[in-house]
Nanobody, 121 residues
């Protein structure tokens, strides 16, 4: 069992930056892959970024490449999502997800409660 708690969301203006954090507990953090998804009202949950157990493999959605950066600190059991040059279309609830295998599909067994990110124009 893995418990995930996100933090760091908020209301910002276009062009600003935010850093989301996701603290994990319950399993050896270094044995699980981590990912960020987001879901805007009326839309399906979509993959944003993912990082392998060791951090050696990282994937991004095309829409965030060059603006967002995912990282993990296995000593702190935490994964981060640094979001720069935010756009109004980045507005969504952001979810942290965990599982043994890294995938871009929303098929993770463990999810956080979500944190709202709102970007005003």
């Amino acid at each position: 069992q893995v418990q995930l708690v996100e933090s760091g969301g908020g209301l910002v203006q276009a062009g600003d930056s935010l850093r989301l954090s996701c603290a994990a507990s319950g399993r050896t953090f270094s044995s699980i892959a981590m990912a960020w998804f987001r879901q805007a009202p009326g839309l399906e949950r979509e993959f944003v970024a993912g990082i392998s157990r060791s951090g050696g493999s990282i994937y991004y959605a095309d829409s965030v490449k060059g603006r967002f950066a995912i990282s993990r600190d296995n000593a702190k059991n935490t994964v981060y999502l640094q979001m720069n040059s935010l756009k109004p279309e980045d507005t969504a609830v952001y979810y942290c997800a965990a599982d043994w295998l890294l995938t871009t599909k929303p098929r993770y067994n463990y999810w956080g409660q979500g944190t709202q990110v709102t970007v005003s124009s």
